[in-house]
T-cell receptor, first 113, second 113 residues
Framework: GAVVSQHPSWVICKSGTSVKIECRSL??????MFWYRQFPKQSLMLMAT?????????EQGVEKDKFLINHASLTLSTLTVTSAHPEDSSFYIC?????????FGPGTRLTVT | DQQVKQNSPSLSVQEGRISILNCDYT??????FLWYKKYPAEGPTFLIS?????DKNEDGRFTVFLNKSAKHLSLHIVPSQPGDSAVYFC????????????FGTGTRLQVTL
């Protein structure tokens, strides 16, 4: 149980385009979903926290207009990287949380050319 | 400002011996601490957690020790196995294990035959 999926697992896009990443909790309902980013050989950094039906809370330094988060249901959150640039290339990981624990997805590798 | 630090970027241990991974934190509001194992291009896998009311938690081969006065925790793996080779992250939260996490910088563990 407690499986979290992400789609796509990897994506390559051109600079200036937008990319949507989906995070789904497959066998449980998540009260909260978190989005993290990991640059090569660095730590996972929290980008934002989202609760179903409400606006996401962004960490300091994360542009909310660039990283759009939609949490439409208790099993699905999406992260859209708008007008992507090469510096947005990173590994994006979501986690889905119940009241007791959180479970991480497998991550999405984004490469912006 | 790195609130959670893992000062050893890498560690090599012989199979069967003990692996000790260390983690220091600066934020005294952190009350929950977790250890994750991570492979490249995959999401973190939860190993073990501890809350600040305890100083030790054990689960099979994994034991986490917490020294709150020193703001230090460690993960002991005994006996180490080749399959334990991965990057290990400690993480901390001020509100709970299902809340937003602050990750350390990671330690790459290599278990040799």
């Amino acid at each position: 149980g407690a499986v979290v999926s992400q789609h796509p697992s990897w994506v390559i896009c051109k600079s200036g385009t937008s990319v949507k990443i989906e995070c789904r909790s497959l066998d449980f309902q998540a009260t909260t979903m978190f989005w993290y980013r990991q640059f090569p050989k660095q730590s996972l950094m929290l980008m934002a926290t989202s609760n179903e039906g409400s606006k996401a809370t962004y960490e300091q330094g994360v542009e909310k207009d660039k990283f759009l988060i939609n949490h439409a249901s208790l099993t699905l959150s999406t992260l859209t990287v708008t007008s992507a640039h090469p510096e947005d290339s990173s590994f994006y990981i979501c986690s889905a949380a119940t009241s007791l624990a959180q479970y991480f997805g497998p991550g999405t590798r984004l490469t912006v050319t | 400002d790195q609130q959670v630090k893992q000062n050893s970027p890498s560690l090599s241990v012989q199979e069967g011996r003990i692996s000790i991974l260390n983690c220091d934190y600066t934020n005294s509001m952190f009350d929950y601490f977790l250890w994750y194992k991570k492979y490249p291009a995959e999401g973190p896998t939860f190993l073990i957690s501890i809350s600040s009311i305890k100083d030790k938690n054990e689960d099979g081969r994994f034991t986490v020790f917490l020294n709150k006065s020193a703001k230090h925790l460690s993960l002991h793996i005994v006996p180490s196995q080749p399959g334990d080779s991965a990057v290990y992250f400690c993480a901390a939260s001020d509100t709970g294990t299902a809340s937003k996490l602050t990750f350390g910088t990671g330690t790459r563990l290599q278990v040799t035959l």
